[in-house]
């Protein structure tokens, strides 16, 4: 239905961005993740632009009302619908191509700023990324994904099971150890800290070139597990003085605004250098990405599209925004 609107947007994505047969599968299996996305904001908005023979005011609102309902955000979508506003008032907006193309311009263009893809260049070993947010957000199975991510780049990893809190968290890590044939250092009569300092001290002995740290889910109203959070920082700055050199932050999509109050308050409570977003696939409300990008102003590393070990993806706003306009494949 959407296919005028689309003339060439595939093409255009495949050679623009996507160059090589592995990032074609890529693109395929984020434009699969970011399906209820797309059904819920994009082709909604595509319906309303088929819809109408004069792009005019009202277009405007009923667009407006369709960011607003895929969790884009009151601050995003203000900024959008300016901007077409004063597009449409010079005339640049003469038909439902150019506003089909206006809008998918704006949204790359919030992306673009938080589109720093994580390089591990530190010259210490182990460069530590701590991994922190909220139950169930997703940070073990993050860090089973992004442990074999690293190993596709040769990196050396280990992992810590420093949730101390949930009885099987430190089983599930290990499971993902197994997967990727890679160590995890836990200690059963220790807390946090006290793996984080035995799994540095292991790290640094084999010689590995990344830490990957599992954190307990906390939220930040939990007094004694942020203190707990800054403990086990400090613990690892104190064996590597750069450490840890990332903190991801994991949010999972699906609860939409909250996880934007979450990052807020965690970005204040422990210093957060980069973003997860998980569950993307499944959700309808992957418009936060875009609510995320501009509120929180923090580099988006990865995202998560499915609970398989391949589903993790390093973020670019060019090919999200890509595979948000992609023509639905019936493949
Ligand atoms: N569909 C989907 N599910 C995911 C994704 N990431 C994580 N999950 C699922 O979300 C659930 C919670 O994931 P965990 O990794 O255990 O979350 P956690 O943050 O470690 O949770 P706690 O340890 O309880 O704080 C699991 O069932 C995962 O398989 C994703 O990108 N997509
Ligand atoms: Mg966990």
Known sequence: MLKFLNRNKKEQAEVSSVSTEQSVGFFKKLTQGLTRTRQGLVSKVGNLILGKKVIDESLLEDIEEALLSADVGVAVTRGIIADLSSQLKRKQLNDGE?????????????????????????????????????????????????????????????????????????EQLQVWGERNGIAVIANPQ??????????????????????????????????????????????IAKLSPNAPHEVLLVLDASIGQNALTQAIQFKEAVGVTGLVITKLDGTAKGGIVFAIAKELQLPIRFIGVGEGIEDLKPFNGEDFVAALFAEESNE
Do not use: C
């Open 98 to 170: 150019a506003l089909w193309a206006a809008l998918q311009t704006h949204l790359q263009a919030l992306l673009l700023p938080v589109t720093q893809p994580l390089h591990i260049d530190s010259m210490d070993e182990p460069y530590v990324i701590l991994m922190v947010g909220i139950n169930g957000a997703g940070k073990t199975t993050t860090i089973g994904k992004l442990a074999k991510h690293l190993q596709k780049d040769h990196k050396k990893v280990m992992l810590a099971a420093g949730d101390t809190f949930r009885a099987a968290a430190v």
């Open 190 to 235: 220790g807390d946090s800290p006290a793996v984080m300092y035995d799994a540095m001290q292991a790290a640094k002995a084999r010689h590995m070139d990344v830490l990957l740290a599992d954190t307990a889910g906390r939220l930040h109203t939990q007094h004694n597990l942020m203190e707990e959070l800054k403990k086990v920082k400090r613990v």
